[in-house]
């Protein structure tokens, strides 16, 4: 059976090309990077080479403000906890965010509107009660897709004293950065959402932003990220940054023609609604299926060989209500009928047309079999 991977939020397959260039720093270029031999020194060059591709990429002023990390996770975590003052983070933010702001219990959540966009009024109102030292907005949602005007939100945030965070996560690739002409602060990101490994990532802080390390340790990274450099994978993450410049474009257009034909064949079944903003990224598709249960065609998809999430990966199998829906204000018999497909780059238009097929079939079976009413 073919496998159908409409899963890209969650991850992506690891490029071909970013393998290879990952390969010779496992069994040849084995070395420590921080290391004074010859050996050493060559995996270090390659990745100063990787730092100064994300730098460019993200439209940085210097390489030297980008610290690799093991993901946008350990990223957020910084970020946040290198505060000791009042925050206030978007209600929809990944828990990466969410759950390390709620846990300093000096978070305050600002609401979404039922597209995902941040309600301005309200923030305005906030930063002026709160008079918070961070604001953290995420560029790009990853259950819904809907872009934050991250604009004028950052200077909403100077205005009012306070730096600007924004996880760029689901946004590389997808979106522009020039991140030194805009009003942030700082900025995180995971390889394997576009195509990198798994367990790398970067944290971009602005020359000048306060900064305090996470992770205690030896004098890696410029003293601010403590821990061996995983040569293969920060060499990874850079190539990646390297083939968007040539196929982003591609990779969009192809994304956003997947999405169209998924849509219509989806919209022919009774009682769907799309959710998050019109003008989200083309990659993630959220719908909901009036009365159905996301998770039972979850799993009747996988049984087809199509792999998709029900809400988030984060709380799949925990039987969590998404907090995203939640704080769009999906309604309950809605949100449970929830089920996100996400396009990548090693995806077609057949594989669209397999899965929407398996998806209509799905959710006529899970109704039939609950004995939902399809009206
Ligand atoms: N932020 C967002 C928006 C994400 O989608 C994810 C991954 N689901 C993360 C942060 C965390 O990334 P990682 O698990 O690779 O650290």
């Given at each position: 059976m073919k496998t159908v991977y409409f899963d890209n939020a969650a991850s992506t397959r690891t490029d071909p090309r970013v393998l290879e260039a990952m390969l010779p720093y496992f069994c040849e270029c084995y070395a420590n990077p921080s290391a004074l031999h010859s050996p050493a020194q060559r995996a270090r060059a390659e990745i100063e080479k990787s730092r100064e591709k994300i730098a460019e990429y993200l439209g940085?002023?210097?390489?030297?403000?980008i610290i690799f990390t093991s993901g946008a996770t350990e990223a957020n975590n910084t970020v946040i906890n290198a505060f000791s003052g009042q925050m206030l983070v978007s209600a929809i933010e990944h828990p990466s965010v969410l759950n390390t702001a709620t846990a300093t219990q000096r978070a305050h959540l600002i609401p979404v509107d039922e597209s995902g966009l941040v309600r301005m009024d309200i923030y305005a109102q906030m930063l002026e009660e709160v008079r918070p030292q961070l604001v953290s907005v995420m560029l790009v949602n990853n259950e819904i897709g809907t872009v934050q005007d991250i604009d004028t939100i950052g200077k909403m945030a100077h205005d009012a004293g306070a730096r600007f965070h924004t996880d760029l996560t689901q946004g590389v690739g997808k979106c522009k950065m020039d991140l030194a002409m805009r009003p942030v602060d700082y900025a995180t990101m995971s390889g394997h959402k576009f195509y990198a490994p798994k367990g790398v990532g970067a944290l971009w802080v602005r020359d000048g932003a306060p900064f305090h390390k996470f992770q205690h340790g030896g004098t890696h990274e410029n003293f601010r990220r403590a821990g061996t450099l995983n040569a293969p994978g920060i060499i990874g993450l850079g190539k990646a940054i390297e083939i968007l410049e040539s196929d982003a474009e591609e990779d969009n257009a192809r994304a956003k023609a997947i999405r169209e034909r998924l849509l219509d064949r989806l919209f022919q079944l009774p009682d769907v609604r799309l959710n998050g903003h019109p003008s989200g990224v083309p990659h993630i598709l959220s719908v909901s299926f009036h009365r159905t249960e996301g998770e039972s065609v979850i799993i009747n998809l996988d049984s087809k060989g199509i792999c998709c999430t029900a809400g988030s990966a984060c709380s799949s199998g925990m039987h969590l209500k998404s907090q995203v829906l939640t704080a769009i204000g999906l309604p309950d018999d809605w949100l449970r009928g929830t089920v996100r497909l996400s396009i990548g780059r090693f995806n077609t238009l057949e594989e669209a047309d397999l899965a929407a097929e398996a998806l209509v079939q799905a959710v006529s079976e899970v109704r039939n079999l609950a004995g939902f009413a399809a009206g």
């Open positions: 940085a002023q210097d390489a030297s403000e």
